[in-house]
């Protein structure tokens, strides 16, 4: 009895062993991170004072940072990211022959920076993956200092799993012992009997009413589940890219030629749409610039002919919903990319975002109120029309509040 | 509890009418089959077709991606266009007298909305249901595309060559026929046409003509043009047929003055008081304090009456009692209020206005409430020299005509003798921009621009010139040409008008002025004063001082140039032996719709569905009589009767209609188009034919009529009863004596008390409600005021919301099933004004006929958004939901129509799409402005065009409240008070209507209404006159009402 007893309690411990591993793997899967601080800092970091000349894997106006920490110790980085000057006057070679590479262009000095603000740069930088790898399905919705300790995280988990499976082997090796014993003594009753000498009857329990009673469930639910998903897909048009009457590049008009957002899509600060640019627009280029190729003579000839361009609209809300541009550029402070993704890799323009209200819902309690504003110094003061609901917030012992808690999620702030 | 007073909104409610009782019980009237069936009442082929073709449809698809929407950008952008964000272009309406300065809204260069300038000084930024609808004139699918030679389409060269051919050959007059114009460098471009042929006569007259008035100015001062009154500056207001809140003149420029001597604040306890003598009940006649009925006949002799009374002595001709009573209460209050008094008169008799004028003189009046000296222009019409061309036109004297802005074939008395002459002149031109009644007979038509797509400018008063300016290029810039051009070309002249404009503006009403300059500002503001004629009037700082002295503070006008030179006794002796006390026949009085106005706008569907704000009708002119003369004629309203005038006759419908004069029969003008369009062609009857002649002015009006009832009897589409609150007490009343006494007196009468075991408590005091106090109090705390004191009932903020919000036109079947679309309906209520106090036998039965003479009230009603409101938790699908901000929101695409929320709305606000009225062919033609590729140009982008099988209802224009809030954020600053206007405020003549954030202390708002707030944080209202409707319910609604009060004493 007891030695039975023993074996099925150690083939229950290995069950849910077996479990839970697989559990792990799939949380594993699914819960990269739990971001820490100072990624996220780093990352505001980056982007305040080093975004306008670093890229972290491609050069820019300065060279590319990845592998920074490899190639430099962090003492010689904190003099240099202090006043890069100073080292190279100090005829530290390595200085002075990345001064010369990069045309002598002369990095800014950032003596505020702390230690403790240089490493967690550091940190950020070498935390970012390849962009080929960064898959980003939600068009750039997702933020917090994403895979920076993913890595000892992976070592960790994969640890466990080891253990876990070591554990499990460990286990079953154990019960098959056991029986071996057991069947080999003669003092058996009849219960124990039957426990030692039951077998794993896969097909008994394939064939049990419980089983497929759960299987089918679960079908049902699947099915259910990819059937709702694929209602919901209608009208949905994820990834749309259609292709243009010209193959305007936004990859080489931004992506390489850097033209702000704005230049073209003039009113996207100014009202609900972000308006398509006309023809002339093109013009203040290319009235110069290759006015020869035969896509450009397509404007020259709408020109001519009095027909504007007919472009496939990309991205289509309904009717029913008021979207305004400048709510979310100005107001919001929201970066285009955010929800169009990243236009300037795009050749072919592509809508990145799902458009679906519960992809707006999901922004909206997310996205804390910047309910600052600059002042004529360039410092951030409170923007007055956020003072009432400030105070209010304080009142409740909150210095933040979210879209969702000024009313972003009621129904007449987009449908009316 | 004392409060005994009965109000219905009409006979069926006061006598608990079957029908009525039956409509008022269902909430949907008569459930009526919408599908289509056949006689077997089984399932249609048709049915069974659209069933399968939406299983087609769905099943197609799913399997379909989305079609391919193009975005199509300007080829080369304008500077100052941004797709999406609105243009605003000052500009002005001019149309049959109506002078307005308005802002025109464009969107993406089409214009939506009309609204009013507030820098204008004669209309203040108000505005009328007119003005409003105006906008989709421009829109109209009727509108010419092309020049027309003999009724077939023709190019404008050839068109051009021909007239210019006819008009040298031509030997006899050339007559100009035009309306009023106001426009005095039109004037110059018919001064030069005139000098390229001398034998042009122009003449103008106006469909409703003032040339009495005109007429008596000029003999009485030398000056031919309207007085400018002043009705703030009045405390006693007389009129005499006069509807000068409705449609007697300038009526919105009045409405304004009118109501700014009607307020009453915490500072301004005193109120002008208003006598009305008239026929039929007006718009005025409703706001009245005191109203008697008169006869058509005996309007002279009420004046004449009067004006014995003000300057003493004379014979009394007036034998009835109670006018005379009336009349002489009033000369004794205008006699106490020298100088702060005025009388009008819409009478078309030139005696009966000088008499009005000696009666205005006598009174020291002139330089106060009323100026000569600076002169009105918007009426110039001559009806004599209208009578000439008549004459000389059958005579067959006339060379060619040109007909520039009328349609006098249709609204002219002898239109038809018009008609039959036309045919036998050599040249006749129409800039009509339509095949009306007057063009159809024209050998050319060259269609005029509209008003929208025009360059003009316009001089309605002394001292004030405002500039029309086009908001949009012409629709059709090959089919249409502004008159003006039109003019220039066949004078031979190389300008445009634009250059000629410029030109006459730099010469005359800039001179002296660096131009360019100048010119920019006059045409950015709309409007440009020049004090040349006016004396400073200087505003005394202290309010109070003002009120008690208005005539001695503020510096008149010189008057020593325009003493009164009329004979007023030859007028007297005339009007005594012209009109009749005692007639014994029956009498026709012919009157102007607040809606239609003239006619001139039948074609606008908006106009047509533009409930009455008397009679509540829609669709339709009737005749209008009282209770009395229907049952002695044995009729009820729907009953067709038939009107005879002299050789005319026509049969209509009658309606029964409180505070009608017992003889008479009212019928409306505008009417009975025959060739306007496919939505105002044969609605309703003309009756410009039955006015005549009077002492060489048209008579509106008739002394015999034989009214005999006729076959038939129809269903007219009144709104008067739909939608009722079940008698449930809604307005508030008091007597300007009695409230100065007392000013708690009104919250004393109504406030209801629910009895508790603590004793009597508020019903607000008693609730199961958790609130939404401290979402409210985060920021903002939208709110509505109505001042029913200053509420004209005008309904201006009718139309204009139905443009604002795409609200669909229904036509008049669906109004009779009492689905009206509107979001804000005007409840009108009667209550008679007999004395309940006095407990003797005649008084009972003087309250028995309460119809004789009723007091009105107008309740504009629109969507409550109640705090814990019923519609909300009775929704299945969570589509209607609260604001943290106050506001009741509809949301369309979550509706599936279950009408709970339409069931359990207290006020009666929510509307339901019965139809898809943007597609469904039933409504094509009077729904036009969403079925068709132009009409669709006047829907405001900004809010959703509904579906079929959804509820709507008022939104307090949410669209414009996000606006104004994100512009505050953008502009990193707070909501200012005034930045966030509704529609029907900013539409409102009367200043009736104040939106604001009652969060705010500094607001309009919430000193206004009294704003305080509890240890809840909830809002408390301090103003005696400030309430809600149904508070006894505890719905809290965010919109408040101010109390009426009447000056009667």
């Given at each position: 009895?007891?030695y039975?007893?023993?074996?099925?309690?150690?083939?229950k411990?290995?069950?849910?062993?077996?479990?839970?591993?697989?559990?792990m793997?799939?949380?594993?899967?699914?819960?990269?991170?739990?971001?820490?601080?100072?990624?996220?800092?780093?990352k505001?970091?980056?982007?305040?004072?080093?975004?306008?000349?670093?890229?972290?894997?491609?050069?820019?106006t300065g060279?590319a940072?990845?592998?920074?920490?490899?190639?430099?110790?962090?003492?010689?980085?904190?003099?240099?990211?202090?006043?890069?000057?100073s080292?190279?006057?100090?005829?530290?070679?390595?200085?002075?022959?990345?001064?010369?590479d990069?045309?002598?262009?002369?990095?800014?000095?950032?003596?505020?920076?702390?230690?403790?603000d240089?490493?967690?740069?550091l940190?950020?930088?070498?935390?970012?993956?390849?962009?080929?790898?960064?898959?980003d399905?939600?068009?750039g919705?997702?933020?917090?200092?994403?895979?920076?300790?993913?890595?000892?995280?992976?070592?960790?988990?994969?640890a466990?799993?080891?253990?876990?499976?070591v554990?499990?082997?460990?286990?079953?090796?154990?019960?098959?012992?056991?029986?071996?014993l057991?069947?080999?003594?003669?003092?058996?009753?009849?219960?124990?009997?039957?426990?030692?000498?039951s077998?794993?009857?896969?097909?008994?329990?394939l064939?049990?009413?419980?089983?497929?009673?759960?299987?089918?469930?679960?079908?049902?639910?699947?099915?259910a589940?990819?059937?709702?998903?694929?209602?919901m897909?209608?009208?949905?048009?994820?990834?749309?890219?259609p292709?243009?009457?010209?193959?305007?590049?936004?990859?080489?008009?931004?992506?390489?030629?850097?033209i702000a957002?704005?230049?073209?899509?003039?009113?996207?600060?100014?009202?609900?749409?972000?308006?398509?640019?006309s023809?002339?627009?093109?013009?203040n280029?290319h009235?110069?610039?290759?006015?020869?190729?035969?896509?450009?003579?397509?404007?020259?000839?709408?020109?001519?002919?009095?027909?504007?361009?007919?472009?496939?609209?990309?991205?289509?809300?309904?009717?029913?919903?008021?979207?305004n541009?400048s709510?979310?550029?100005?107001?919001?402070?929201?970066?285009?990319?955010q929800?169009?993704?990243?236009i300037e890799?795009?050749?072919?323009?592509?809508?990145?975002?799902?458009?679906t209200m519960?992809?707006?819902?999901?922004?909206?309690?997310?996205?804390?109120?910047?309910?600052?504003?600059?002042d004529?110094?360039?410092?951030?003061?409170?923007?007055?029309?956020?003072?009432?609901?400030l105070?209010?917030?304080?009142?409740k012992?909150?210095?933040q509040?979210?879209?969702?808690?000024?009313?972003?999620l009621?129904?007449?702030?987009?449908?009316? | 509890?004392?409060?005994?007073?009965?109000?219905?909104?009409?006979?069926e409610?006061?006598?608990?009418?079957?029908?009525?009782?039956?409509?008022?019980?269902?909430?949907?009237?008569?459930?009526?089959?919408?599908?289509?069936?056949?006689?077997?009442?089984?399932t249609?082929?048709?049915?069974?077709?659209?069933l399968?073709?939406?299983?087609?449809?769905?099943?197609?698809?799913?399997?379909?991606?989305a079609?391919?929407?193009k975005?199509i950008?300007?080829?080369?952008?304008?500077?100052?266009?941004?797709?999406?964000?609105p243009?605003?272009?000052?500009?002005?309406?001019?149309?049959?007298?109506e002078?307005?300065?308005?802002?025109?809204?464009?969107?993406?260069?089409?214009?939506?909305?009309?609204?009013?300038?507030?820098?204008?000084?004669?209309?203040?930024?108000?505005t009328?249901?007119r003005?409003?609808?105006?906008?989709?004139?421009l829109?109209d699918?009727?509108?010419?595309n092309?020049?027309?030679?003999?009724?077939?389409?023709?190019?404008?060269?050839?068109?051009?060559?021909?007239?210019?051919?006819?008009?040298?050959a031509?030997?006899g007059?050339?007559?100009?026929?035009?309306?009023?114009?106001?426009?005095?460098?039109?004037?110059?471009?018919?001064?030069?046409?005139?000098?390229?042929y001398p034998?042009t006569?122009?003449?103008s007259?106006?469909?409703?003509?003032?040339?009495?008035?005109?007429?008596?100015?000029?003999?009485?001062?030398g000056?031919?043009?309207?007085?400018?009154?002043?009705?703030?500056?009045?405390?006693?207001?007389?009129s005499?047929?006069?509807?000068?809140?409705?449609?007697?003149?300038?009526?919105?420029?009045?409405?304004?003055?009118?109501?700014?001597?009607?307020?009453?604040?915490?500072?301004?306890?005193?109120?002008?008081?208003?006598?009305?003598?008239?026929?039929?009940?007006?718009?005025?006649?409703?706001?009245?304090?005191?109203?008697?009925?008169i006869?058509?006949?005996?309007?002279?002799?009420?004046?004449?009456?009067?004006?014995?009374?003000?300057?003493?002595?004379?014979s009394?001709?007036?034998?009835?009692?109670?006018?005379?009573?009336?009349?002489k209460?009033a000369?004794?209050?205008?006699?106490?209020?020298?100088?702060?008094?005025?009388?009008?008169?819409?009478?078309?008799?030139?005696n009966?206005?000088?008499?009005?004028?000696?009666?205005?003189?006598?009174?020291?009046?002139?330089g106060?409430?009323?100026?000569?000296?600076?002169?009105?222009?918007?009426?110039q019409?001559?009806d004599?020299?209208?009578?000439?061309?008549?004459?000389?036109?059958?005579?067959?004297s006339?060379?060619a005509?040109i007909?520039?802005?009328?349609?006098?074939?249709?609204?002219?008395?002898?239109?038809?003798e018009?008609?039959?002459?036309?045919?036998n002149?050599?040249?006749?031109?129409?800039?009509?921009?339509?095949?009306?009644e007057?063009?159809?007979?024209?050998?050319?038509?060259?269609?005029d621009?509209?008003?929208?797509e025009?360059?003009n400018?316009?001089?309605?008063?002394d001292?004030?010139?405002?500039?029309?300016?086009?908001?949009?290029?012409?629709?059709?810039?090959?089919?249409?040409?502004?008159?003006?051009d039109?003019?220039l070309?066949?004078?031979?002249?190389?300008?445009n008008?634009?250059?000629?404009?410029?030109g006459?503006?730099?010469?005359?009403?800039?001179?002296?002025?660096?131009f360019?300059?100048?010119?920019?500002?006059?045409?950015?503001?709309?409007?440009?004063e020049t004090n040349?004629?006016?004396?400073?009037?200087?505003?005394?700082?202290?309010?109070?001082?003002?009120?008690?002295?208005?005539?001695?503070?503020?510096?008149p006008?010189?008057?020593?140039?325009?003493?009164?030179k009329?004979?007023a006794?030859?007028?007297?002796?005339?009007?005594?032996?012209?009109?009749?006390a005692?007639?014994?026949?029956?009498?026709?009085a012919?009157?102007?719709?607040v809606?239609?106005?003239?006619?001139?706008?039948?074609n606008?569907p908006?106009?047509?569905?533009?409930?009455?704000?008397?009679?509540?009708?829609?669709?339709?002119?009737?005749?209008l009589?009282?209770k009395?003369y229907?049952?002695?004629?044995?009729?009820?309203t729907?009953?067709?009767?038939?009107?005879?005038?002299?050789?005319?006759?026509?049969?209509?419908?009658v309606i029964?209609?409180?505070?009608?004069?017992?003889?008479?029969?009212?019928i409306?003008?505008?009417?009975?188009r025959?060739?306007?369009?496919?939505?105002?062609?044969?609605?309703?009857?003309?009756?410009?034919?039955?006015?005549?002649?009077?002492?060489?002015?048209?008579l509106?009006?008739?002394?015999?009529?034989?009214?005999?009832?006729?076959?038939?009897?129809?269903?007219?589409?009144?709104?008067?009863?739909?939608q009722t609150?079940?008698?449930?007490?809604?307005?508030?009343?008091?007597?300007?004596?009695?409230?100065?006494?007392n000013?708690?007196?009104?919250?004393?009468?109504?406030?209801?008390?629910?009895?508790?075991?603590?004793?009597?408590?508020?019903?607000?005091?008693?609730?199961?409600?958790?609130?939404?106090?401290?979402?409210y109090n985060?920021n903002?705390w939208?709110?509505?005021?109505i001042?029913?004191?200053?509420?004209?009932?005008c309904?201006?903020?009718?139309?204009?919301c139905?443009t604002?919000?795409?609200?669909?036109?229904?036509?008049?079947?669906?109004?009779?099933?009492?689905?009206?679309?509107?979001?804000?309906?005007?409840?009108r209520?009667?209550?008679?004004?007999?004395d309940?106090?006095?407990k003797?036998?005649?008084?009972?039965?003087?309250m028995?006929?309460?119809s004789?003479?009723?007091?009105?009230?107008?309740?504009?009603?629109?969507?409550?958004?109640c705090?814990?409101?019923?519609?909300?938790?009775v929704?299945?699908?969570?589509?209607?939901?609260h604001?943290?901000?106050?506001?009741?929101q509809m949301?369309?695409?979550?509706?599936?129509?279950?009408?709970?929320?339409?069931?359990?709305?207290?006020?009666?606000?929510?509307r339901?799409n019965?139809?898809?009225?943007?597609?469904?062919e039933k409504?094509?033609?009077?729904?036009?402005?969403?079925q068709?590729?132009?009409?669709?140009?006047?829907?405001?982008?900004?809010?959703?065009?509904?579906s079929?099988?959804?509820m709507?209802?008022?939104?307090?224009?949410?669209q414009?409240?996000?606006?104004?809030?994100?512009e505050?954020?953008k502009?990193?600053?707070?909501?200012?008070?005034?930045?966030?206007v509704?529609?029907?405020?900013?539409?409102?003549?009367?200043?009736?209507?104040?939106?604001?954030d009652m969060n705010?202390?500094?607001?309009?708002?919430a000193?206004t209404?009294?704003?305080?707030?509890n240890?809840?944080?909830?809002i408390?209202?301090?103003?005696?006159?400030?309430?809600?409707?149904?508070?006894?319910?505890n719905?809290?609604?965010?919109v408040?009402?101010?109390?009426?009060?009447?000056?009667?004493?």
């Open positions: 009895m007891r039975s007893s023993v074996i099925q309690d150690i083939r411990l290995a069950v849910i062993l077996a479990v839970f591993v697989l559990g793997q799939v949380a594993f899967a699914q819960n990269p991170t739990a971001g820490k601080g100072d990624v996220a800092k780093g505001d970091l980056f982007a305040n004072n080093c975004a306008s000349c670093h890229k972290i894997h491609e050069p820019s060279p940072l990845t592998g920074i920490t490899a190639r430099r110790n962090e003492a010689w980085l904190q003099k240099w990211i202090r006043n890069s000057q080292v190279i006057k100090s005829g530290d070679a390595y200085a002075v022959k990345l001064y010369n990069w045309n002598q262009t002369a990095m800014n000095s950032f003596p505020d920076l702390t230690d403790g240089i490493k967690d740069l940190v950020y930088i070498e935390s970012v993956p390849k962009p080929e790898i960064k898959k399905p939600q068009g919705g997702a933020t917090a200092g994403a895979t920076a300790d993913s890595g000892s995280t992976n070592i960790i988990l994969g466990l799993v080891v253990v876990l499976l554990i499990l082997i460990v286990l079953l090796v154990l019960t098959s012992l056991l029986t071996r057991l069947k080999q003594r003669e003092d058996l009753d009849e219960a124990e009997k039957e426990v030692v000498e077998k794993f009857d896969l097909g008994k329990v064939g049990s009413k419980a089983f497929l009673g759960v299987l089918t469930a679960i079908i049902f639910l699947v099915i589940k990819i059937g709702i998903d694929k209602t897909d209608i009208g949905m048009q994820q990834g749309y890219a292709s243009q009457p010209i193959p305007f590049s936004h990859k080489l008009h931004i992506g390489k030629y850097k957002c704005q230049y073209c899509h003039t009113t996207v600060m100014k009202g609900k749409s972000a308006s398509i640019p023809s002339n627009i093109c013009m280029c009235n110069t610039i290759k006015n020869g190729s035969p896509e450009i003579q397509k404007i020259y000839t709408a020109i001519e002919k009095n027909q504007p361009v007919q472009w496939v609209r990309v991205h289509n809300l309904p009717d029913l919903v008021y979207f541009h709510q979310h550029t100005v107001a919001g402070k929201v970066a285009c990319e929800c169009h993704g990243k890799e795009m050749e072919v323009v592509q809508q990145r975002s799902p458009l519960g992809w707006c819902i999901d922004c909206h309690r997310q996205t804390l109120v910047s309910y600052t504003a600059k004529g110094n360039g410092k951030d003061v409170l923007n007055p029309y956020y003072e009432k609901l105070a209010f917030h304080k009142s012992g909150k210095t509040f979210k879209v969702e808690d000024i009313g972003g009621e129904c007449s702030k987009c449908h009316y | 509890m004392e409060n005994k007073k009965i109000y219905w909104k009409g006979f409610e006061l006598t608990n009418d079957l029908e009525f009782v039956k409509k008022a019980e269902k909430e949907f009237p008569d459930f009526l089959p919408i599908a289509e069936k056949d006689e077997e009442n089984n249609s082929r048709r049915d069974f077709l659209k399968m073709g939406f299983g087609m449809a769905a099943v197609s698809l799913a399997a379909c991606e079609p391919v929407k975005a950008p300007y080829l080369n952008k304008p500077e100052d266009i941004d797709p999406s964000i243009n605003y272009y000052a500009t002005t309406y001019f149309q049959d007298g002078y307005c300065s308005i802002l025109v809204k464009t969107r993406e260069g089409r214009p939506i909305k009309i609204e009013g300038n507030t820098l204008s000084k004669v209309t203040k930024g108000g009328s249901a003005v409003q609808a105006s906008v989709l004139n829109y699918l009727e509108r010419l092309s020049f027309m030679d003999g009724g077939k389409k023709a190019s404008k060269d050839s068109v051009d060559s021909k007239i210019l051919s006819a008009l040298q031509t030997n007059t050339i007559y100009i026929v035009s309306n009023t114009i106001i426009s005095p460098s039109t004037k110059s471009v018919i001064a030069e046409f005139a000098k390229k034998s006569k122009h003449v007259y106006d469909a409703v003509s003032a040339y009495g008035i005109l007429k008596a100015n000029e003999k009485s001062f000056v031919y043009g309207l007085p400018n009154y002043d009705f703030s500056k009045a405390e006693t207001i007389v005499i047929n006069a509807d000068f809140l409705g449609t007697w003149l300038s009526s919105i420029e009045y409405s304004r003055q009118y109501t700014q001597g009607r307020k009453l604040s915490k500072e301004k306890k005193t109120m002008s008081r208003h006598y009305q003598f008239e026929t039929g009940l007006s718009l005025s006649g409703a706001n009245a304090d005191h109203r008697v009925a006869r058509p006949s005996q309007e002279g002799l009420v004046v004449a009456q009067l004006y014995n009374e003000v300057v003493g002595g004379g009394s001709p007036i034998t009835d009692k109670n006018i005379a009573e009336k009349i209460k000369a004794d209050d205008l006699k106490a209020q020298k100088g702060r008094s005025l009388v009008v008169c819409g009478s078309n008799d030139v009966v206005q000088i008499l009005v004028n000696a009666i205005n003189d006598a009174l020291t009046n002139y106060s409430t009323l100026s000569i000296t600076q002169a009105n222009y918007t009426k019409g001559n004599e020299e209208m009578a000439k061309f008549v004459e000389d036109l059958k005579g067959g006339v060379g005509v007909f520039y802005g009328t349609n006098p074939v249709y609204d002219y008395p002898k239109g038809k018009i008609a039959d002459a036309l045919k002149v050599a040249l006749s031109i129409s800039f009509s921009d339509r095949v009306d007057t063009s159809k007979l024209c050998k050319f038509i060259t269609p621009t509209n008003y929208l025009s360059w400018d316009a001089f309605p008063t001292g004030n010139y405002s500039l029309t300016q086009p908001a949009i290029s012409p629709i059709y810039p090959e089919g249409t040409r502004q008159a003006q039109s003019f070309t066949w004078s031979g002249s190389k300008n008008y634009y250059d000629v404009l410029r006459f503006w730099k010469t005359n009403i800039l001179k002296g002025q660096a360019n300059e100048a010119w920019t500002k006059a045409l950015h503001d709309g409007v440009y040349a004629k006016v004396a400073t009037v200087v505003t005394p700082k202290d309010s109070t001082q003002k009120e008690t002295k208005p005539a001695q503070e503020v510096k006008v010189p008057t020593t140039s325009v003493a009164f009329g004979d006794a030859g007028a007297l002796s005339a009007v005594s032996s012209a009109y009749k005692d007639n014994a026949k029956t009498e026709l012919i009157y102007q719709k809606g239609l106005g003239s006619g001139a706008m039948a606008n908006w106009l047509q569905e533009f409930p009455d704000p008397i009679t509540k009708a829609t669709w339709d002119n009737y005749a009589i009282s009395s229907a049952s002695q004629l044995g009729v009820e729907g009953s067709m009767v038939k009107v005879t005038v002299g050789g005319s006759s026509i049969t209509l419908p029964v209609q409180p505070g009608q004069q017992k003889n008479t029969v009212s409306a003008l505008g009417y009975g025959i060739s306007t369009g496919k939505c105002g062609n044969g609605v309703g009857q003309n009756v410009y034919p039955m006015a005549s002649f009077q002492n060489g002015s048209i509106y009006a008739a002394y015999e009529v034989a009214v005999a009832k006729a076959e038939g009897k129809v269903e007219m589409a009144l709104t008067q009863t739909h609150l079940m008698g449930r007490g809604h307005v508030r009343e008091a007597n300007l004596t009695e409230y100065n006494k000013p708690k007196l009104i919250r004393e009468k109504y406030d209801i008390f629910i009895n508790t075991a603590d004793g009597p408590k508020k019903p607000t005091e008693l609730t199961m409600w958790k609130g939404h106090e401290e979402a985060k903002h939208w709110g509505l005021t001042d029913l004191n200053s509420c004209t009932g309904g201006a903020c009718v139309i204009a139905q604002e919000n795409n609200v669909p036109v229904v036509g008049k079947q669906e109004i009779i099933n009492a689905r009206e679309m509107h979001w804000i309906r005007i409840d209520y009667y209550s008679t004004d007999a309940t106090s006095v003797s036998m005649s008084n009972y039965e003087k028995e006929d309460p004789e003479n009723p007091e009105v009230v107008f309740l504009p009603v629109m969507c409550q958004h705090n814990n409101a019923p519609c909300e938790t929704c299945p699908v969570v589509a209607t939901t604001s943290s901000e106050g506001l009741n949301t369309y695409n979550r509706c599936i129509g279950t009408r709970y929320c339409a069931n359990n709305c207290p006020f009666k606000v929510r339901f019965w139809f898809n009225y943007t597609n469904d409504f094509t033609t009077v729904n036009f402005m969403s068709s590729d132009l009409g669709k140009m006047v829907l405001n982008p900004d809010v959703t065009v509904r079929r099988g959804v709507e209802k008022c939104s307090l224009c949410v414009r409240i996000q606006a104004g809030k994100l505050a954020k502009e990193k600053r707070k909501v200012k008070d005034g930045d966030v509704t529609a029907c405020q900013q539409s409102c003549p009367a200043d009736a209507i104040i939106f604001g705010d202390p500094e607001s309009r708002i000193k209404i009294g704003i305080t707030k240890e809840q944080k909830d408390v209202l301090e103003d005696e006159r400030a309430y809600h409707l149904l508070e006894e319910i719905v809290k609604a965010n408040t009402y101010l109390a009426k009060i009447r000056n009667k004493a």
